[in-house]
């Protein structure tokens, strides 16, 4: 049950379809605020969200429920997903709360949760809210009356961010001179990204910084760099930035228009922070969806890159436990733990530009430091779900095609979390042949698991 509730990165779905309604984002707020009361001090909890209509009916429901729990309210309105877990960190909340579905459309929305330091809470944690949720006789621990939260609401919660995110900056540097266009996705970062970015010297140029409820992430922001990149061309700006809807994730574009992912952003930031001395045993923590060539560009420069199952929580709590200081995912999360604790798509457009500061050199020769091999993934519709190494014959055809790559290459099989889908990744130098090893292990999957 605990599964229908939280994916990888909290509650997500369609709004008013179950479980994204209203009275389940109640019970959330009633069970989560139950869950972190502890002691006599007055509990806070912070609040923020992203654009999207559906927002203001969520925001009400986790309201009362986490009043109801005695949890006293702080709502910030809408704000990035890394401002809530700062905020909740500075203002020594016992609890963040975020209303948003990140990158997806406007027609749905998602809740997590922060701990009182700023991270994600981890698994077991929203296993024991769901059950509370869940649990139609659940008997909650209702507070005394006279004890219940009160809500308000904070008004300079943006302008304490910005603060923050810019002293991460190095104070003898600005960002005078150069021409930056950003793409805020209609979403949560539509006004502190600009106007951080303006205060640090930049010429701004934004793009989806209107948002009106329902345009979030409609053809803008990081699942669209395209657009960006045409506009760092048309006005031949030095940078481009884009952002998704709650800001926790960036797609970088150089004065050429060329695009650059996480990858390619860990690969330079990894780099500089070796160069420093700020890059603990030379680690890097990274999913299983990063390209081989990042695995092999901290190889050959002395490092090491870690990987985890998908989701920036995971590479969070890996960082955690080895004590690394940089992470992220292909997709643009990047973790940037001197500074925060969670991806945070302005600060980490920050760290970029302060390389390109000192450095004094433009983007593109700074960048171009991996080049990412050629990729084949297909799904395939599987009727069980067998442990896959513990499937003989496909285990055999993977041993087979790494021992073809030799090292300069990757082969992934993973079951969806969603779809009753085996998804198949080959990864290797020679396209032609990653698409036929591939092709062959489909066939054998579609065979044994049938």
């Not at 600005?174 to 990204?193: E, F, P």
């Amino acid at each position: 049950m605990a599964e229908r509730l939280f994916g990888t990165d909290g509650l997500r779905g369609r709004v008013n379809v179950w479980p994204m309604t209203v009275d389940i984002a109640q019970r959330l707020g009633l069970a989560a605020g139950l869950r972190f009361r502890r002691g006599t001090h007055r509990h806070r909890v912070v609040i923020g969200k992203d654009t999207r209509l559906s927002g203001y009916m969520f925001e009400s429901a986790l309201t009362a429920g986490l009043c109801a729990a005695g949890m006293h309210v702080i709502m910030t309105g809408p704000l990035p997903t890394p401002a809530i877990s700062f905020l909740t960190r500075n203002m020594r909340a016992d609890l963040g709360v975020v209303i948003s579905a990140s990158h997806n459309p406007f027609y749905d929305n998602g809740i997590k949760f922060f701990d009182a330091d700023g991270y994600k809470l981890p698994d077991n944690v929203e296993n024991e809210i769901s059950q509370m949720v869940l649990d139609a006789d659940f008997a909650w621990p209702y507070p005394d009356t006279d004890k219940v939260g009160r809500a308000s609401k904070i008004e300079d919660a943006g302008g304490r961010y910005i603060v923050y995110t810019k002293s991460c900056f190095p104070t003898q540097l600005t960002l005078d001179g150069l021409r930056i266009v950003v793409d805020c996705a209609n979403g949560a970062s539509y006004k502190i990204a600009p106007l951080a970015l303006e205060e640090l010297g930049a010429e701004v140029f934004r793009i989806g910084c209107s948002p009106n409820g329902v345009n979030i992430n409609e053809h803008c922001g990081s699942l669209y760099p395209d657009v960006v990149a045409a506009k760092v061309r048309e006005l031949r700006a030095d940078v481009g930035l884009a952002l998704d809807g709650d800001a926790d994730r960036l797609i970088v574009v150089d004065e050429h228009g060329t695009i650059l992912d996480g990858d390619q952003l860990m690969a330079m930031c990894a780099q500089a922070m070796m160069a420093r001395g700020e890059l603990p045993g030379n680690l890097l923590v990274s999913t299983v969806m990063s390209n081989i060539a990042l695995e092999i560009f901290m190889r050959d420069h002395g490092g090491t890159l870690m990987r985890t199952q998908v989701g920036d929580r995971y590479v969070v709590e890996a960082m955690r436990r080895e004590g690394a200081m940089l992470g992220g995912e292909q997709s643009g999360h990047l973790i940037f733990r001197h500074y925060s604790t969670t991806g945070d798509g302005l600060l980490a457009a920050l760290q970029i530009l302060r390389i390109v500061r000192e450095k004094e050199k433009p983007l593109s020769e700074l960048a171009g430091l991996i080049t990412p091999f050629p990729q084949t993934l297909i799904n395939v519709r599987v009727e069980k779900r067998l442990p896959l190494m513990e499937c003989a014959p496909i285990a055999e055809a993977v041993a087979a095609v790494e021992r073809e790559l030799d090292g300069r290459g990757r082969v992934l099989l993973r079951y969806s979390g969603t779809e009753a889908l085996c998804r198949i990744m080959v990864e290797g130098e020679n396209p032609d042949k990653v698409r036929a090893y591939a092709a062959d292990l489909a066939e054998i999957v579609a065979r044994e698991l049938r």
